[in-house]
């Protein structure tokens, strides 16, 4: 196993994409893709040339074997997922025009399938030490024991001086609709968290509002274990506080979207990758994370469009820009 610096934990799961807009019909055609918001941000970290891994838990079945392949074939270490006697979990998604999409799952509250099944006695505990990051997705919050286990690994990884992401990553569907126990669970892992990555459409039912620049601020003075809080803001950008009290805004690239499936995990694997890794200034950490989720935006899948960090100077030198990266 090389050296591991970054580790995802949480949800893996196919996520079940129409070739068409809007609502199902008879003869539908769906397209299988790799998915889970955690599983996403592993792949995106290794695609950017950071080592990462995936602790998580997949189906004994052809989904399972698929995922598994994936994470092998984009260099993920997958030797900390574990195999369950169950079905791999599926997300359905409903695409809307414009590239704007909703879920629904089969996976707990509605079927009992592999991903909320990690057991903490599935967790490598003595490997966890060897990371810097650790990445988790409020998803596996909403059900034990998956919600127990990650829960652990945030205070492990805290009490070890661990860096701790966490993206809410709300799903009402996931929560049967129970926005309060939602708000419960999301404030027992800003406890353990070191950065808070937010989309905008989720501050509403999590915070209550929708200023952003206020509610960072806030939620920066109530948990003095967070360093940063970040607002994906969609097609306007994405906007960042630190506990220093800096903050940017910094604006989209305007792309031709297809599929918008996965993007906050891209600008998640960005930030990840340049500002908790390689430390550069948040300005340009924040410049490279939306370059990173404009890029993935042009295709059809949650990890498909992520770039390599070719593609990404690529694409930055094509808007004028001449980053080092």
Not at 227 to 238: K, N
Not at 252 to 260: E, L, Y
Not at 268 to 295: D, Q
Request: hydrophobic share 45%; net charge neutral.
């Amino acid at each position: 196993m090389a050296e591991l610096k970054v580790a995802c934990i949480g949800e893996v799961l196919v996520d079940m994409i129409p070739r068409e807009t809007g609502p199902y019909r008879e003869g539908v055609c769906f397209e299988a893709h790799f998915g889970g918001a955690p599983a996403n941000v592993a792949v995106g970290v290794a695609r950017l040339g950071v080592e990462s891994a995936f602790i998580g838990a997949v189906g004994d079945d052809p989904f399972g074997e698929m995922l598994l392949a994936f994470l092998r074939r984009e260099g993920v270490y997958d030797g900390w997922v574990a195999r369950k006697s169950a079905r791999t979990s599926l997300a359905f998604i409903i695409a809307e025009p414009g590239g704007e999409r909703s879920f629904f799952f089969y996976r707990p509250p509605w079927a009992s399938t592999a991903d909320a099944m990690l057991e903490e006695g599935d967790v490598d505990w003595q490997g966890l030490r060897r990371v810097r990051v650790i990445h988790v997705s409020g998803v596996a919050l909403s059900q034990p024991p998956l919600r127990d286990t990650v829960l652990k690994v945030m205070r492990y990884a805290q009490e070890n001086g661990i860096h701790v992401s966490f993206d809410p990553n709300y799903r009402p569907d996931v929560w049967l609709g129970d926005v309060a126990r939602a708000r419960r669970m999301f404030r027992k892992a800003l406890e353990f968290a070191s950065t808070v990555m937010l989309g905008y459409d989720e501050m509403k039912p999590l915070l209550g509002s929708e200023d952003y620049k206020l509610l960072a601020e806030k939620l920066l003075s109530e948990n003095p274990n967070l360093e940063y809080v970040a607002v994906r803001l969609g097609a306007q950008g994405a906007y960042v506080r630190s506990h220093r009290g800096d903050e940017e805004l910094v604006r989209a690239f305007k792309v031709d979207v297809v599929d918008t499936t996965g993007a906050g995990d891209a600008w998640a694997s960005g930030f990840i990758v340049f500002k908790l890794i390689e430390g550069r200034s948040l300005r340009e950490a924040m410049l490279l994370a939306n370059a990173v989720a404009g890029i993935k935006c042009t295709r059809r899948g949650a990890v498909t469009g992520v770039p390599k960090r070719d593609e990404l100077r690529r694409f930055l030198q094509a808007h004028g820009l001449s980053l080092t990266i």
